[in-house]
C-alpha cells in the first residue's frame, strides 16, 4: 500500500477537506457550527495561516488555506477541529 505525502511550500495553497465521524451531521447543530467557528477562529490565530475560504457541510468541510509560513500542521489542525466538534456533541 502506498502512502501519501503532503508537501508544504511558502505561499502555496492548500485545499483542504475532512468528513465527520461515520458520515454524522454534527453540523445540522447550531451550536456546533457556533463551536467549530470559533475554534477555527483561534486555531487561525495560533498557526497563522491565511484563510482564503472554507464550508462548513452538516457531516463536512472544505478550507483554502495558505500557510505562512508553510509548515506541515494541517492535518493536526483538521484533527483538532473534528475532534473539537465532537467533544461538544458528547457534552450535550
Do not use: N
Not at 16 to 29: A, C, N, P, Q
Amino acid at each position: 500500500m502506498s502512502v501519501s505525502r503532503r508537501y508544504f511550500a511558502p505561499s502555496q495553497l492548500q485545499f483542504i477537506t475532512s468528513s465527520v465521524y461515520r458520515g454524522l451531521k454534527l453540523f445540522d447543530s447550531y451550536r456546533l457550527r457556533l463551536m467549530f467557528v470559533e475554534v477555527l477562529r483561534e486555531y487561525r490565530q495560533e498557526l497563522g495561516f491565511l484563510l482564503i475560504g472554507w464550508v462548513l457541510m452538516p457531516e463536512h468541510f472544505h478550507f483554502l488555506i495558505r500557510p505562512e509560513p508553510a509548515v506541515p500542521f494541517l492535518s493536526s489542525c483538521r484533527r483538532r477541529l473534528v475532534l473539537s466538534a465532537g467533544s461538544g456533541l458528547i457534552r450535550k
